[in-house]
């Protein structure tokens, strides 16, 4: 079993950045594909980003791409999003998500992740 664990969110300006960590451990295989949802109030868990194992392979959503990176360590099992000039309407939960597989093809899909954290919240005030 692998368990994710988020952390680095917070309440912050419209404007500012933050950076949030997720650390994998436990059972953790050998690749590993992970991403980055979120889940404002009222609405469904929406994809930001995806990184292959290598980290060769990044995807994003349209709303974060410019202001987003999303990266990992692999030595320290740990992934991470950079999230630069927040909006309001960023304001969520953000879930890191881990899936056995090498590549990111489909990985901006939620049903097709294994292990999920249990969030860390994200609150940007005007």
């Known amino acids: 079993q692998v368990q994710l664990a988020e952390s680095g969110g917070g309440l912050v300006q419209a404007g500012d950045s933050l950076r949030l960590s997720c650390v994998a451990s436990?059972?953790?295989?050998?690749?590993?594909?992970m991403g980055w949802f979120r889940q404002a109030p009222g609405k469904e868990r929406e994809f930001v980003a995806a990184?292959?194992?290598?980290?060769?392979?990044?995807m994003y959503a349209d709303p974060v791409k410019g202001r987003f990176t999303v990266s990992r360590e692999n030595a320290k099992n740990t992934l991470y999003l950079q999230m630069n000039s927040l909006k309001i309407e960023d304001s969520a939960v953000y879930y890191c998500?881990?899936?056995?597989?090498?590549?990111?093809?489909?990985?901006?899909?939620?049903?097709?992740?294994?292990?999920w954290g249990q969030g860390t919240q994200v609150a940007v005030s005007s």
């Open positions: 998500a881990a899936k056995p597989t090498y590549n990111i093809m489909n990985m901006n899909s939620r049903d097709n992740y294994d292990y």
């Open positions: 990184i292959s194992q290598s980290s060769s392979g990044k």
């Open positions: 436990g059972r953790t295989p050998a690749s590993y594909a």
